[in-house]
């Protein structure tokens, strides 16, 4: 059975004999799934009224454990964006009712920013549906087919997560 990668590199293939399209054979795969996994991303979270941004920062906070609490140096490190715009995301997260922020014992300067009631109810619910949808998306595949995609895949993610950690 094709797929459309496979007409995509058999087109290139009659028109460039002279390049090698076989990364079109994985990559624009990647790609296209990439694509998909994001249609249902955003449905998820349009069924539990979330922007991606607040599901990423809900679930940092989730991820934390108990008291489900971080530093926003913290929330930046796991969501990879800039102090403003943190401080803008945690403002509206606030207003929503879905954080609020606490003095950093540790720290008299410092904030703490915890998950409320409200905002862990709402992620654990998109969580769950999220897990459900891309539980889905891999239906087709054995457990071993998915163990072995995986480990491929973090072959090929290493090198790319070891630069922003430097970065």
Request: no cysteine; glycine share 4%; aromatic share 4%.
């Amino acid at each position: 059975m094709q797929d459309e990668v496979d007409r995509l590199v058999e087109a290139w293939n009659n028109e460039r004999p002279d390049l090698d399209v076989r990364p079109l054979q994985v990559l624009s795969r990647v790609s296209r799934l990439a694509r998909h996994l994001d249609r249902a991303r955003r449905a998820v979270f349009v069924d539990h009224d979330l922007e991606s941004w607040e599901f990423d920062v809900l679930t940092a906070l989730r991820r934390a454990g108990s008291p489900y609490e971080l530093s926003p140096g913290r929330l930046l490190r796991a969501t990879l964006v800039t102090s403003g715009t943190m401080t803008n995301r945690i403002d509206r997260l606030a207003a929503a009712g879905l954080v609020e922020r606490h003095p950093d014992p540790q720290d008299k300067r410092g904030v703490l920013v915890r998950l409320t009631g409200a905002g862990r109810t709402r992620v654990d619910a998109a969580f769950a549906d999220l897990l459900e949808r891309e539980q889905a998306i891999l239906d087709s595949l054995s457990s071993d087919q998915r163990d072995v995609l995986a480990g491929l895949l973090r072959t090929l993610l290493i090198p790319f997560d070891s630069d922003t950690e430097r970065h």
